[in-house]
T-cell receptor
């Protein structure tokens, strides 16, 4: 119940295209869903996050879509650029108990120039 | 403003040895969490500390321990190192225990030979 399943494992997108990464969870107690971007040799950096009381959040080219009934959420990167090439992690956490993040397994995105 | 700083950046140890990793959180952040990221996987929660008290522990053996100092910096200790402890160790800081919006450091790359 503590798992967050992420797909695809890797993704290749043409410059200007849309990158879509999906995550699914089981524990309905999760109430915060962040996405992190990680470049080689660096720590994860927070991109965007959503709470389950909204269905969509947009920040620049990055959008999170959230489906509470399906227990799924996704990251959409519009107008993908070569500089977006990185590994993306979804995560989930809850405000009670141990305030840990449960991370997905990551998606390695490559945007072709 | 300085972000989360971790030291050392890289470390090579021999099986059976002990290692201490250090973390300084963002100024004003009182909570520090530690994560282990094995190559090709998402970060796994090890500990969370807030106001010098342990607030959460992940599924790691007792060889792993940590502490937080009055200035909110933290140390992670690993005893009796195993080859499987080779990983990127990430420190994350946040304002409080809830952990919304973690900021990660760049990590310490530990190699056990």
């Amino acid at each position: 119940q503590q798992q967050v399943k992420q797909s695809p494992q890797s993704l290749i997108v043409q410059k200007g295209g849309i990158s879509i990464i999906n995550c699914a969870y089981e524990n309905t107690a999760f109430d915060y869903f962040p996405w992190y971007q990680q470049f080689p040799g660096k720590g994860p950096a927070l991109l965007i996050a959503i709470r389950p009381d909204v269905s969509e959040k947009k920040e620049g080219r990055f959008t999170i879509s959230f489906n509470k009934s399906a227990k799924q959420f996704s990251l959409h990167i519009m107008d993908s650029q070569p500089g977006d090439s990185a590994t993306y992690f979804c995560a989930a956490s809850m405000a009670s108990g141990t305030y840990k993040y449960i991370f997905g397994t990551g998606t390695r995105l490559k945007v072709l120039a | 403003d300085a972000g989360v700083t971790q030291s050392p950046t890289h470390l090579i140890k021999t099986r059976g040895q002990q290692v201490t990793l250090r973390c300084s959180p963002i100024s004003g952040h009182k909570s520090v969490s530690w994560y282990q990221q094995v190559l090709g996987q998402g970060p796994q929660f090890i500990f969370q500390y807030y106001e010098k008290e342990e607030r959460g522990r992940g599924n790691f053996p007792d060889r792993f321990s940590a502490r937080q100092f009055p200035n909110y910096s933290s140390e992670l200790n690993v005893n009796a190192l195993l080859l499987g402890d080779s990983a990127l160790y990430l420190c994350a800081s946040s304002l409080d225990t809830v952990g919304y919006g973690y900021t990660f450091g760049s990590g310490t790359r530990l190699t056990v030979v």
